[in-house]
């Protein structure tokens, strides 16, 4: 079944919901309209990349999804939990258990190996994954015994991926994973996230100004000055199978 076609069925209830979420700074007389009125439902083990300029609001968005951030008015709730008003101690809880995160970058800890660097994780996590499973998912199973620093950017990215989907996360949020690679390195990384949502069917939300990503993408959302203001459904036309390492 294409990927798509999952979506469309009746009945299948959303995992993120969000109603008219809203987000002001207020700096002075100043007002900044991070996010207006958006709604936005993603299912169950969609892809979904955001796109938009700088500052329309794609970190802002991500970060309620995420736990990080909480909005001026509206509503975020992820699954039947809600995560506006929610305290503290439930947000950590919801980000700990529920949650893996990709940032720009990749805070690999130097003095640890790529293996260590996942493995690390899993003493923690409730229901890991075998760290070699994941290295192997995204590419990395011939450099688990290197540090960071004797590995390529993409490369220390892809260790971040693995990091962020061995504690087997029901949502993977990627801020920007490829804003400090190359094009061509970018698409590799997002090769191995998309191969993570296709082989975990974990729920993905990609911040990405790489245009590789759109292919391999359920869904591509545009915003603009806070708001979504463009969706396009994608066949995956571009496979992650397709990118080499
Ligand atoms: P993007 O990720 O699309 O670049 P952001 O969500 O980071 O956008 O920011 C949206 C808008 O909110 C921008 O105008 C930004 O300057 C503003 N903004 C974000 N964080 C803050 C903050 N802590 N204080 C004031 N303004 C902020
Ligand atoms: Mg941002």
């Known amino acids: 079944m294409n990927a798509a076609a999952r979506f469309e069925g009746p ?10 979420l809203s987000k002001t700074y207020r700096m002075g007389e100043v007002e900044v309209h991070a996010l207006r009125d958006v709604d936005l439902d993603i299912i169950e083990g969609e892809f979904v990349v955001l796109l938009g300029p700088s500052g ?15 909005p001026t008015s509206g509503d975020a709730q992820w699954r039947d939990h809600q995560l506006v008003g929610a305290g503290d ?12 995160f ?4 990749y ?17 923690i996590a409730d229901r890991p994954l075998d760290p070699l499973e994941v290295l ?10 290197h540090f960071p620093s ?18 087997s996360p029901d949502v993977l949020l990627c801020d ?20 993570a949502n296709e082989q975990l069917g974990t729920t993905t939300i990609v911040i990405t100004h790489n245009a590789a990503i759109a292919g391999m993408a359920d869904r591509v959302l545009r915003l603009g000055g806070g708001r979504i203001v463009g969706e396009t459904r994608n066949p995956r036309r571009l496979s992650a199978e397709e990118v080499t390492w």
């Open 11 to 20: 009945g299948v209830s959303p995992v993120f919901r969000a109603r008219k």
């Open 56 to 70: 329309s609001g794609k970190s802002t968005l991500l970060n309620i999804l995420g736990g990080l951030d909480s």
């Open 89 to 100: 101690a439930e947000l950590t809880r919801y980000r700990r258990e529920h949650v893996g």
């Open 102 to 105: 990709v940032f720009q970058f």
């Open 107 to 123: 805070n690999l800890i130097p003095s640890l190996t790529v293996l260590e660097n996942v493995q690390l994780v899993t003493e």
């Open 136 to 145: 192997k998912l995204v590419g990395l199973e011939r450099r688990i015994d």
């Open 150 to 167: 004797q590995l390529s950017g993409g490369e220390q990215q892809r260790v971040a991926v693995a990091r962020a989907i061995v504690k």
């Open 176 to 195: 920007e994973p490829t804003g400090a690679l190359d094009y061509e390195t970018g698409k590799v990384v997002l090769a191995a996230i998309a191969r």
